[in-house]
């Protein structure tokens, strides 16, 4: 059984940054896509940004475009996100999760059989 256990959400001024981290433990990781979403207060929840574990391929959604960046380290099956120039309507609770499915799907359509916990990400001044 796939974990995933989010970390590093917390509280950003405007213009900020912050590093999300993705630990997943339980399985191998390398037929999956890992992808980060988010739902903010009263909003559905969407993909940000998913990136295919074997082979590295990233897909991102129109919300994380140039300012967003995911990333792996597979000796320690870590997900990153780093995410630049945060704006108040980042603020969210960010979740990482799992699927065996494409990055694009997997980003736009929320085809996912694994999610984490979720970390809050609050961006005000």
């Known amino acids: 059984q796939l974990q995933l256990a989010e970390s590093g959400g917390g509280l950003a001024q405007p213009g900020g940054s912050l590093i999300l981290s993705c630990a997943a433990s339980g399985s191998t990781l390398d037929y999956y896509s890992i992808g980060w979403f988010r739902q903010a207060p009263g909003k559905e929840r969407e993909g940000v940004a998913c990136i295919n574990y074997s082979d590295g391929i990233t897909y991102y959604t129109d919300s994380a475009k ?41 980003c736009e359509r929320l085809w996912v059989v694994y999610w984490g916990q979720g970390t809050q990400v609050t961006v005000s001044p």
């Open 66 to 106: 140039d300012r967003f960046i995911i990333s792996r380290d597979n000796i320690k099956k870590t997900i990153y996100l780093q995410m630049n120039n945060l704006k108040p309507e980042d603020t969210a609770v960010y979740y990482c999760a799992a699927d065996l499915s494409t990055v694009q799907s997997m």
